[in-house]
């Protein structure tokens, strides 16, 4: 399969063509344009992307060298870094977004079982959270973060099933989180794990008219009256199980119906925890180990700035920016896609760092992420799975 082919050429093929014309067109995207358009920018910026190139200079000059392959990798023709940059200037940034949601409804459905038996509920789970990139605020004046500083945030809603983001929303470092709420669009019955920069009552209250579970973590200075206890199993880490009220007037206002309220004792970190959900059915240590599974976010954040390129960033405007953090998720959902579609044994991560020296290689990309385990004392090749076609 995909003899005489290039590995990146061959992820190319993976991208709904039609779905991506669909984006484009819908923004105008190619209007008057000449060598570079959309589809020529999304491969060079992909390919900067899977390569770890440091910006749009470093992408032309590395393609530029490889003039005579660029038709076999997929790219019509190179252009210089200025053509580039000019296009992430300019060309809408909601093109590569709206393809990234595209791909997202693709990629998630994919990994639904993964992760489900870890939870022990039979429920969608979500976390939503945030990261932030610290950029210059003298070459980025629209990227205003705390104390005059420059900064861009990556608010993140994922599926704990199986690491995939549901939802993403670029701004600048001032948003504040709890507006994110705002935005995505609730699922009856999921449930939504947050952390206590998300507290806020009347939004919380709309999600709880929505149908929709929150778990998230309380303030020190949350002001309530007990109208009830269950007991709980100290030796589990659970200290209290209660049933609250808000006592403040504007707080009451906002969520005028009884709140669950559980605390929890982490040996492990010598940490206490109180937590705050609109669930009365699950098990408290169903909330707490709910919560808990929150660091996974984290861990997408780590792997997003650690294998794309995400901290340099390739251009100053907002679309720039906007265009190349929407460029890594897909990077990240192209990589999953291909983990699941080929059973891959090997983690994201692992795959990420073959694709970065493996794409002028004509290796079938099947056999690419097909394990081969070699046994140094035997020599033996153990070929561990089957080839699948894309």
Not at 126 to 133: A, P
Not at 364 to 374: H, K, W
């Amino acid at each position: 399969m995909n003899v005489g082919r290039y590995v990146f050429a061959q992820i190319l093929l993976l991208v709904n063509r039609y779905e991506f014309q669909k984006c484009v067109d819908r923004y105008n995207g190619d209007h008057r344009t000449r060598g570079l358009n959309c589809w020529n920018q999304f491969a060079h910026l992909l390919f900067g992307q899977l390569t770890g190139r440091n910006g749009v200079r470093d992408i032309c000059l590395c393609l530029s060298a490889h003039k005579g392959q660029l038709y076999h990798l997929g790219i019509r023709q190179s252009v210089d870094h200025s053509t580039l940059a000019r296009a992430n200037e300019h060309r809408d940034w909601r093109i590569y977004a709206d393809f990234g949601s595209y791909l997202m409804g693709l990629v998630r459905p994919l990994y639904t079982e993964n992760h489900a038996s870890l939870l022990g509920i039979d429920k969608d789970v979500f976390v939503l959270d945030s990261t932030t990139i610290s950029v210059s605020i003298i070459l980025m004046e629209w990227a205003h973060g705390k104390y005059a500083r420059g900064a861009v945030k990556m608010h993140t809603l994922l599926d704990l099933r199986g690491g995939i983001p549901s939802f993403i929303h670029i701004t600048d470092g001032r948003y504040h989180d709890i507006n994110a709420l705002d935005e995505i669009d609730v699922v009856a019955g999921a449930v939504y794990v947050m952390d206590k920069a998300y507290i806020d009552f009347a939004r919380l209250f709309r999600l709880e008219r929505s149908s929709a579970i929150f778990v998230i973590r309380a303030r020190g200075n949350l002001k309530f009256r007990v109208l009830g206890s269950r007991k709980v199993d100290k030796t589990s880490g659970l200290r209290c199980d209660q049933s609250i009220r808000l006592v403040v007037a504007k707080s009451r206002s906002h969520y005028p119906e009884r709140i669950r309220r559980i605390k929890y004792y982490d040996q492990e970190k010598d940490i206490t925890l109180v937590f705050l959900t609109n669930d009365f059915g699950m098990d408290a240590m169903e909330i707490a180990t709910i919560y808990k599974s929150r660091w996974q976010i984290e861990v997408f954040f780590k792997w997003i700035k650690q294998n794309l390129q995400v901290k340099t960033l390739w251009g100053h405007s907002q679309n720039a920016v906007k265009t190349q953090l929407w460029i890594a998720v897909i990077a990240y959902l192209l990589v999953a896609y291909l983990k699941h579609q080929f059973k891959s044994p090997y983690s994201i991560y692992e795959m990420t760092q073959i694709l970065a020296i493996s794409t002028f290689a004509k290796t079938p990309i099947n056999e690419l992420f097909t394990e081969n385990q070699i046994n140094q004392n035997a020599n033996e090749q153990l070929n561990l799975f089957n080839n699948n076609e894309l």
